[in-house]
Structure formats: C-alpha cells, structure tokens
C-alpha cells in the first residue's frame, strides 16, 4: 500500500525522503513522487512506476529548502499514471494520502459547486482543495487540517504542508499507520518504522484522530477538536535489517532460505530446553487458558491459512473447537463471541485493515485477543491484549514465506500449550512434539535442496494450463497456500482443493495440460489421499507428489515425487510449503515476472 515520508532537517531533503521511499518499496506502489521547497515554492517531481523513474527525474533537481514530503501510490481512486500520483498540490498546499476518503463523490461534487477545477482522479486531492480553501480564508495549516478533519470520512493517513509555513507540517489519521520520528535535529513522519530507524529510535505511533504538529524540532500532539494531549516517545528497539539481497536474486528467494532460522527464532523464547517442555510466553493466565470453551482464529491471505492449519492442530490436539474466518468476513457478520472464548488474530505486518477491525470489534465485545504479529509496535500488536511474535525478520517480498511457517510454529506451541491447560498440566507427548519443533530448521535445510529441481522443472511448468493443488486434513490449507503463491506470483489459474472434494466438480478440470500438485504425507489420510490421486492418474492429470520419506507407491502414481523428512503431522506444513513456494517463485522468474513485487499487490493492505 502507499507509502509516506516527510522530513523537516538540516539535511538534504531529497536524500532524505527518496532514501525512506526506498526503505518503504517493498509495501507495493505503482507511482511516486515528492514535493520539496525551493524558493519559498513546492517544488514537485512525479513518475509513473518504479521509484528509479522518480530518481531519474530527480537526479538534476535541486532544492534550497529544509522541508519536504514523498510517496509511493498503490492506486485506489484513478489509474496509476502520473497525474494521479502524490504529492497533490494546491495553491502552495502539498498532502501525501494513505487510504480511501469514502465520501469523495460527495466531496467532490461540493467543490465542484465551488467552481473547483481537479487535476486528478484521486480522492485524495479533494483533501488538498479543501486545506488550501480554509488557507485561503485566513487560517493557518494548523487550523486548517483541523477545520478539514470532521468532513473527512473512510481510513485515512494524510501528511499536510503549506509554503506558508516552510517549517510546519501536519499529520492525522484514521486508519492507516502514521508514525513520527523525533531525531536530535530533526522530525520525520511515516508511514512505516523502516523510513524512520535509519534517523531515530525515538517516536510517536500516532492513535486514530490524533493530530501531529511538526514545527521544526518540535512536535504537539492533539485530539480532532485540537486539544493538547499528552503523549511521550517511545524507544524502538528495532535492528533495522538492511533491505538487501544478500547475493540472492530476489528477495523471496532469500526469505525462502532464511525459514529454517525464521522458525528457531519464533520457537526460542517459548522452549524449555532442558525438560522439553513448552512454556509459552504470553500474557493468558493458566486459569484463563484451563477454562477456555472456544478459540477464533482471524486473518487475510497467508495468514487465514496459517489460521486454517492451526484449526486443525488445537482441535486434534487440545480438543477445544475453533472457528477459522477471513477477517473481511468476520468483522462484518456480527460474529456470536460467547465468554471464555479467546480470539487470535494473525498479521504479519500488523497493519492490515480488515484484521485489525476484527479485533478492536473483539475487544469492543469483551473478549481476550491475542495477536500473532512479526513487525512489533504495529497497529494490531499494540491493540492487543496478549502478544505472540513471529520473530521472523523483515520480510519484505510481498509473497509471504518466512512469516507463515514461524506463525505455523507458533500455532504449534498454541496448540500443546492448550492441550497442557485441558489436561492439567500434563501432556505425555510433550517431549516428543517438543523434539519434533527442535529438529524443523534442519528438516527444512534438506526440502531447500528441491529448489534445483524446481529451478529446472520451471520451464516445462509454466506451460501448464493450470494448477490443482490437493491435500487432505492439515495439508488441505497448504494447498491452498500453495495455489496462492502461484496466483500471486505467477499469474496463473492455480486451485487449491480439499483432495476429497476432487470428485464433487474439479475433476472435470483434469487432462493432460493439468498440473496436480498432490500433499500426500504418511498421516492418517494417507491411504484415502492415495485414492484420489489415482482418480487424478486416471484422467491424464501430469502429478506432482509431495510426500514423506521413501514411498514407492507414490512414485509410481507420479511424474515426479518430492520426498520430505517424516515428522509429526502438526509439523509436516512447515515442510510441505517449502517446495510450493519454490515451484512458484521460480515459474513466476522463468515468466520475467517481478517477484518481489507482484502486479496490483501490497505488502501491507491497509485500507479494506
Ligand atoms: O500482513 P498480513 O499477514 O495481515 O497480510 C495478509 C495478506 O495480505 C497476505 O498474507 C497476502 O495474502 C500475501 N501477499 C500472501 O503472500
């Protein structure tokens, strides 16, 4: 989604902000731009695309000014085509946006009552004509923002400055994140930590209808009716992991290797090593856990499959019913949340709109939630009552990977921790499951050998006409995992199915210009998996089995088979997905496709 940047400091303003875009690339845009002071005028320099369009056009521009704002436009109102990227300039007013204004056909024919001629297609440059209109009548941005504030309605983060006060700008918000750095010499303002942390530790997370005035080094914080309030920095405790490759060709294909580490970080703060024993780190007292009647799992994407595969863990394991839902749906059907019911709710950037509605609609109905987050002091970290950490690093190819498999071992913990609470303490396999979360890095070293086969098989795969990914039972959400990356990735009609279902209507789909992508590990659903891949056989379908360990009769009903190391049926996802993230991300390169950055996509969705 867009990103923002502001800066007011004695450094190059240009630098600054072109700098933080970059560290803000991987969210997904479609446009850029920034308006800079020069002469006591906004200076503003715009580009279609990629942010080395903008730099190009840059690279002769210079500015005399200490102020400055930038953007990159993930296009929601009008085509991702220059005149409708940020900054939008309106008599001497410059705003960057995040987010949608709903009322903008109302807007917009209010001002267009007014006489007003737009220059975009946007929304967002209706909140540019109406800051600039109450500047006009004698109030300063301030003041301004503030009159503008309570006609604005939707999701929102908006950075004003006016070159009226060439050392002021104005931050709000309602939605979308907005954070203000505090340097010893300077302030900044964005949309995303990473923008910050190479200036300052010290910052503000701006709350929902907040105000921030920047007026050179300082900073005040007000309510939307422009009340003081008092907030104090916080300090981040944030190593910013430098966006780089690492000799890797793509980001994605780093954080495909980096899942072994991704999933030790995530188990270590919760393993008792010496007893092999879970103790789970988390703010859910035992009592609350041992009376725990029900659990909800919510998220988007990725991380509504990861939910997926933790329904199957802590029913099969603890026996306490889950309900699993998209958190677009949820939010919305008036969900029935009875007491002693826990609500866990799965974000990896902790910014996504729908989830993070999900939960404060929880919290509203008094019912505990616990977020599953890997960026720390996002928006749903903080509004949770209970925290669990993915501890996975940045991720920052807009395909998740590393974030799903440590959410995956995360949910594992959740689930023997759950199992423990029911039974009073004690769970005989403890030990042994404990065992099976120690030896995943390693299991997941020896599947990161199949990227050959995947890197040579890419060519002949990309002339599939389509993709069937099947499994049963636990493997049922990473085949629709599976299909997801292909879409995402590759562009290319890719299915995920619940295998038993093949008879009720894909099987039609089946010939030989069909890919199959069959899980089919040794568990209990083995033998019937075994039967529906026969069906697929049967109708010419070209197969590719994943299964566990040496299994001849897979190779048999099979073009090609993949074997993985044999562990507990709760852990075999975190192996299983590794080999569909690599069939995707290398037909998605052998297309030409930008991988880390798919079209239309956003790392972080946070507007609904
Ligand atoms: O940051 P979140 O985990 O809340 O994001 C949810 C989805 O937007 C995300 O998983 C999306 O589906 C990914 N692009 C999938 O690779």
């Not at 919305?332 to 996504?352: C, F, H, K, M």
């Not at 009609?493 to 789909?509: N, V």
Request: net charge negative; charged share 20%.
């Amino acid at each position: 989604m867009c990103g923002i940047v502001g800066y007011y400091g004695p450094k190059d303003p240009k630098e600054v902000i072109v700098n933080g875009l970059r560290a803000l690339e991987y969210r997904g845009y479609d446009s850029a731009g920034v308006a800079i002071l020069h002469q006591g005028e906004f200076k503003r320099v715009r580009a279609e695309g990629k942010l080395v369009h903008l730099e190009e056009r840059l690279k002769e521009e210079v500015f005399d000014g200490h102020l400055g704002i930038g953007h990159t436009r993930w296009a929601t109102h009008g085509l991702p085509i220059e005149r409708n990227a940020h900054p939008h300039c309106v008599d001497g007013v410059s705003i960057v946006h995040n987010g949608i204004i709903e009322n903008y056909a109302e807007l917009r024919e209010s001002l267009r009552a007014q006489a007003v001629n737009f220059q975009s297609d946007t929304d967002s440059e209706l909140v540019a004509h109406l800051i600039a209109q109450q500047i006009k009548v004698g109030k300063n941005l301030l003041s301004a923002v503030l009159e503008v504030l309570p006609q604005l309605e939707g999701a929102y983060s908006i950075l004003a400055v006016s070159k009226d006060q060439p050392n002021e700008m104005v931050a709000f918000k309602y939605g979308p994140p907005l954070i203000v750095g505090l340097a010893s010499d300077a302030t900044l303002v964005a949309s995303d930590i990473q923008a910050i942390v190479p200036h300052t530790r010290e910052v503000i997370f701006l709350e929902d209808q907040e105000v921030a005035h920047i007026c050179g080094s300082q900073v005040q914080i007000l309510d939307s009716r422009g009340e003081e309030r008092s907030r104090t920095p916080v300090h981040i405790d944030w190593t910013q992991e430098r966006a780089e490759k690492q000799g890797y060709p793509h980001f994605m294909l780093k954080e495909i290797f980096e899942q072994p580490r991704a999933v030790a970080q995530a188990l270590a703060p919760h393993l008792d090593l010496e007893n092999h024993r879970v103790k789970l780190k988390v703010e859910l007292e035992e009592s609350f856990l041992q009376s725990l009647e029900r659990v909800f799992i919510v998220g988007c994407g990725t991380s509504f499959y990861a939910a997926m595969a933790g329904e199957y863990m802590i029913e099969g394991l603890a026996r306490i019913p889950v309900e699993v839902e998209i958190a677009s749906e949820f939010r919305y059907r008036n969900p029935i949340l009875p007491a002693n019911s826990l609500v866990v709710v799965i974000s990896q950037s902790g910014e996504t709109a729908d989830t993070l509605a999900a939960l404060r609609l929880v919290k509203e109905q008094g019912v505990r939630a616990l977020s599953i987050c890997n960026v720390p002091n996002s928006s749903i970290d903080r509004e949770a009552q209970a925290h669990l950490y993915m501890n996975a690093g940045v991720e920052i190819g807009v395909a998740s990977t590393k974030a799903f498999v440590s959410t995956l071992a995360l949910l594992n913990l959740l689930a023997i921790s759950l199992a423990k609470a029911k039974s009073g303490g004690e769970l005989k396999a403890e030990p042994d499951l404990v065992q099976g979360l120690l030896s995943l890095p390693s299991h997941m070293e020896t599947v990161l050998v199949h990227e050959k086969f995947f890197a040579e098989a890419a060519q002949t795969l990309k002339s599939f006409r389509g993709f069937l990914y099947m499994g049963r039972g636990i493997n049922y959400p990473i085949a629709l995992e599976g299909a997801l990356k292909l879409k995402e990735l590759a562009y290319m009609h890719a299915e995920g199915y619940a295998a038993g279902e093949m008879k009720h209507g894909p099987l039609a789909l089946i010939d030989s210009e069909m890919a199959i992508i069959m899980l089919a590990p040794k568990d209990g659903l083995y033998e019937k998996t075994l039967s529906n891949l026969e069906e697929a056989k049967a109708r010419g379908g070209q197969i590719i089995s994943i299964g566990s360990g040496d299994d001849e009769r897979l190779r048999q009903l099979s073009q090609h088979y993949l074997a993985l190391p044999q562990t507990h049926w709760m852990m075999m996802p975190l192996l299983e997905v590794i080999p569909l993230q690599l069939l995707a991300y290398h037909v998605a390169e052998s297309l030409g496709h930008d991988v880390d950055q798919p079209r239309n996509l956003a790392k972080s969705v946070t507007v609904e």
